[in-house]
């Protein structure tokens, strides 16, 4: 079976029977396509995809088209369906449901609407789940090799990863995590993965759902500048890995760590350039010193595509320039490289 | 003829021990199952998993049960109930052991910590409260139905003689 099919099939597993049997009957093709599935209570059920959105009608076909009788999403069925992603535990997962997310066995991720319950100003529980999103988590092994083989072609060095939403940041910075602890460039690099929300590696039940390579220890839970803190302190890593930087905090932690000589990959939340030189935390993080290259990735429906690498000893010096790879393009695209020009 | 009888009364005394025995067994379970839940949030499933596993608590097949009904059943709840109605090691506990535990099945994973721990407690007393029955009878009536099987064998004996 295609993994993407497999994929598909494994975030189906918490669904309701009836759904689960409609989801598991649709055309080979368009489950490879599929990467949400979105439940809510009353509404029909959505899947999306490269193709755009997709209904089910009532009797299990896929289009494109809402259908006359399409296949609606009952609130028994909505909660029957988070109650087996709690794995019937709701004390397990209460943190998780007032984050927003639940992370299912296979690193899928389930995105939940529900009302809050407040105490003391404190979310300290939701209730009424009003929609589930499903987001099927696919199989990125390699997409980060051609950016490595540019930014750590002498050595390792701390890196920022900025792109707007679904640029695919995570997905790098998790597969940098897999190549660097797992031999790349010949060394088996010591990597801690600072996962406070569980997207890197998708800790469940203490086994990491993501691949994170052979030499990688994962944080999960806690908070970012707590994360570092405890890898400093008792992991003695070469590398940390951060997504979504934003705390003041974080920036703190991080410069201890660079004063350590550990070096770190963090993710930004950036659209362009000059958003990212905007903000006060990368402003912060430059200052350092330390970080030597930015990767900035595209936005659009394909994601990890590079859309440029700056040098930030001098910012005029692009590595890359509009130059896409990765999972959309299947190859490394073009390569321009200034030095490499100027060496012949 | 003698032997038999006597044998039934052994038979009923055994059955009297057993209970207590296996309500002893519970209560410890069902606390460490509420330090986990304290402690660690495992899920119940995961938690009875472990348990099974323990040495202390291999020949109370009821919590491997649950976990091999769980993969047949739709739900922890019905794979509960299944294991409770179909499993040897928890057959001699009577009508009531059986309702505390169905009940305890149906509450596991539906609050947050605090109201597990609430769960868990209320149903520790009510098991508790059966243990102290259980061993009463037991003590009391356990040595009774020995001796009564026992005189009732010579008895028909005598009587056949």
Redesign the interface.
């Known amino acids: 079976m295609d993994d993407k099919n497999k994929k598909f099939l494994e975030a189906i597993v918490p669904c309701p029977?009836h759904i689960k049997q409609l989801l598991g009957g649709i055309p080979d093709a368009v489950k490879a396509q599929t990467y949400e599935i979105r439940l809510r209570a009353e509404k029909p059920l959505v899947l999306c995809g490269s193709y755009g959105s997709g209904f089910i009608g009532e009797g299990g076909r896929f289009s494109l088209i809402l259908p006359s009788s399409p296949r609606l999403v009952t609130k028994q069925e909505l909660t029957?369906a988070v109650?087996?992603m709690?794995?019937?535990?709701?004390?397990?997962y209460?943190q998780d449901m007032v984050d927003g997310f639940i992370t299912l066995e296979g690193g899928h991720r389930v995105g939940i609407c529900a009302n809050s319950v407040i105490e003391n100003g404190i979310i300290?529980?939701v209730r009424d789940v009003y929609s589930l999103n499903i987001r099927i988590a696919r199989s990125s092994e390699g997409v980060s090799i051609p950016i490595m083989e540019s930014v750590f072609r002498d050595g390792l060095k701390s890196i920022i990863i900025a792109g707007p939403p679904s640029s695919g940041k995570t997905t790098v910075v998790r597969d940098m995590a897999r190549q660097l602890s797992s031999g790349f460039g010949g060394n088996y690099t010591r990597v801690v993965i600072a996962d406070e929300r569980y997207e890197i590696a998708a800790v469940r039940?203490g086994i990491a759902q993501n691949p994170t390579g052979i030499n990688s220890d994962v944080i999960s839970g806690f908070p970012k500048a707590v994360a570092v803190m405890n890898a400093l302190k008792s992991m003695s890593p070469e590398v940390i890995v951060c997504d979504e930087i934003s705390g003041e905090q974080e920036i703190q932690k991080i410069e201890y760590g660079l004063n350590s000589g550990v070096k770190f990959i963090i993710t930004v939340h950036a659209s362009s350039c000059a958003e990212l030189f905007r903000k006060k935390q990368v402003k912060s993080l430059l200052a350092t010193g330390e970080f030597k290259k930015i990767v900035l990735l595209k936005s659009g429906r394909t994601p990890c595509m590079v859309e440029k690498i700056i040098d930030t000893d001098n910012e005029n010096d692009e590595i890359y320039r509009d130059n896409p790879f990765g999972i959309g393009s299947g190859g490394r695209g073009e390569f321009y490289c200034p030095a490499a020009e100027k060496t012949g | 003829m003698a032997s038999a009888a006597a044998g039934a009364g052994n038979f009923i005394a055994l059955r009297l021990k057993k209970r207590a025995e296996i309500l002893r067994k519970l209560i410890v379970a069902i606390t460490a199952m509420k330090t986990e839940i304290k402690f660690s949030r495992k899920p119940p499933l995961q938690i009875l998993k472990e348990l099974s596993g323990r040495s202390g608590f291999k020949d109370l097949s009821f919590f491997g049960g649950v976990v091999k009904a769980y993969g047949t059943e739709r739900d922890f709840v019905s794979a509960w109930s299944k294991a409770l109605n179909g499993d040897s090691s928890v057959s001699l506990l009577t009508g009531e052991d059986r309702e505390i535990l169905s009940s305890l099945g149906a509450q596991l994973g539906t609050t947050d910590t605090s109201g597990q721990m609430k769960i868990c407690e209320l149903h520790l007393s009510m098991l508790q409260s059966n243990l102290k029955t259980a061993e009463e009878i037991s003590a009391k009536y356990g040595k009774l139905c020995s001796q009564i099987g026992l005189f009732a064998g010579c008895a028909i004996g005598i009587l056949l003689l």
């Open positions: 029977p029957a109650s087996k709690c794995e019937y535990s709701l004390h397990t209460q300290t529980a039940n």
